[in-house]
């Protein structure tokens, strides 16, 4: 199993990015792949067809849902025994349950009696038991099936529960996985990303707000979108405003979204405030997950603005801190798990972003607004003033990542050079090559895998 090539600090010198001459030897083509003349060249935008197949959009989700750990949302989304939700991910819908010892379970959205869906897809709601309008089994919050009626004699009721789906809780988020065998390994996944979350203590947290945005564009459009900040000058007036211009050119969409030469240009301030940070006993340091690491992970904790105290649109404070903060340190906290999963924290609030597939075309987008537990609206915070940055900059996002969409279907398309500033995302690609084939290879005897929607 190849190993994460990971960069970690925890004093002021920044980590090196990932480096395009790294991802040139992971472009080297397995026999057994399948690319043929698509393969992408390093240092270029994937060609059309990854962006505008269902084919390839089939293979995506089969591999991603397999080999990531996919954060659904956070533990406040279902405080109390019985309170359920949702999740899909390609043809696969998933419940999520609170038991009544307080455990979260998750569950494949599928009666065992003839496959009908127990609860609808995008829903939540409180219950008892988990009970298919179809003929009326029911399980319980564990998932074990009640006795069914007119069953045969020889009917085994202990080896019809709900098929499990494997679910991770850290740190008050919740993962789940979709291989049908032995999910990757989650200690691998947080480990180098603990001290980071460990700061701000999400599990002592609530979900003050979300908001939904469904992107008519490829799913790795809007992960390539998201990993760079080459447009924001032109495209977000508001987040540029609100940070540092020179760390928007070296850290604008977090560790290794730029070269060494521009990271180097915000050293000297980058230094100045760790120093800082680090005399108030606080943790600072960066990862950076390089082309052939399983999950693609990135973790920094930056400056955002002299004087600025929280991401708000004057920098004033929008909650009470959180976690082991006691006071402002000008500091935020951004933690990738993966390609579509990213918290990123200020002392006062974080947030939670979540994209998911849902066709070749159509991304859905759900980013959640996170507060102390004991925070009270009106009072502590005000929805408006925390949500406003990311509100405004992720409605320009979407207008943009959807031009993207309708540019690259034209026939005049060809894969653009990237910019000295896109460097996450020429690793993105590289990674999503490796990764895509790697799974390809290791599960070619195995048509159980999930299908993904077509």
Not at 137 to 143: A, E, F, V
Not at 262 to 282: H, L, P, Q
Not at 324 to 348: H, L, M, P, Y
């Amino acid at each position: 199993m190849p190993t994460s090539t990971t960069t970690i600090t925890t004093a002021a010198k920044p980590a090196k990015p990932a480096k395009a001459a790294q991802a040139t030897k992971a472009t080297t083509a397995t026999a057994n792949s399948e690319f043929g003349n698509l393969r992408p060249a390093v240092g270029r935008s994937l060609p059309q067809e990854y962006y505008v197949s269902s084919e390839w959009f089939q293979r995506d989700v089969k591999m991603y849902g397999a080999t990531q750990w996919l954060l659904v949302d956070h533990v406040s989304k279902i405080p109390s025994a019985g309170d359920w939700f949702t999740y899909e991910f390609g043809s696969n819908s998933i419940i999520v349950v609170r038991n009544k010892e307080g455990e979260i379970n998750a569950f494949y959205n599928v009666c065992r009696h003839r496959g009908s869906i127990l609860c609808a897809e995008g829903s939540a709601g409180k219950t008892k038991t988990l009970t298919c309008a179809y003929h009326s089994w029911s399980y319980d919050l564990d998932g074990n099936l009640r006795p069914p009626r007119s069953m045969p004699e020889d009917f085994d009721k202990k080896a019809n529960g709900l098929v499990r789906c494997h679910i991770r809780v850290y740190d008050g988020l919740i993962f789940i996985n979709l291989a049908k065998g032995n999910p990757p390994d989650f200690d691998v996944l947080i480990g180098d990303l603990k001290p980071f979350l460990d700061l701000h203590e999400l599990q002592n947290a609530k979900v003050a707000y979300s908001k939904k945005w469904i992107i008519d564009a490829n799913w790795k459009l809007n992960v390539e979108n998201f990993l760079e900040c080459y447009h924001c000058r032109a495209a977000h007036p508001t987040y540029t405003a609100v940070h540092d211009a020179m760390k928007l050119l070296s850290f604008g969409a977090g560790a290794g979204s730029s070269d060494k030469a521009v990271t180097n240009s915000f050293e000297a301030r980058m230094k100045e405030w760790e120093a800082e940070t680090n005399a108030k006993g606080i943790f600072t340091g960066i990862v950076v997950d390089g082309v052939d690491s399983d999950f693609f992970r990135a973790a920094a904790r930056i400056p955002i603005k002299d004087g600025y105290k929280s991401e708000t649109r004057d920098g004033t404070p929008g909650s009470t801190l959180m976690g082991k903060f006691r006071e402002f340190d000008g500091g935020q906290t951004g933690v990738s798990f993966n390609a579509t999963a990213t918290i990123i924290a200020n002392n006062d609030f974080a947030l939670m972003f979540r994209y998911t597939p849902i066709d070749t075309l159509k991304t859905e987008l759900v980013v959640s607004w996170i507060v102390h537990k004991d925070a009270v609206e009106g009072q502590d915070y005000d929805v408006e003033k925390i949500s406003a940055v990311w509100a405004i900059t992720l409605d320009e996002d979407k207008t943009i990542t959807q031009n993207n969409q309708k540019g690259i279907q034209s026939t005049a398309y060809q894969p653009g050079v990237y910019s000295t500033q896109e460097q996450r995302i020429a690793d993105f690609t590289q990674w999503y090559i490796n990764r895509l084939e790697r799974f390809e290879s290791e599960t070619a005897a195995d048509n159980t895998i999930l299908i993904a929607k077509h």
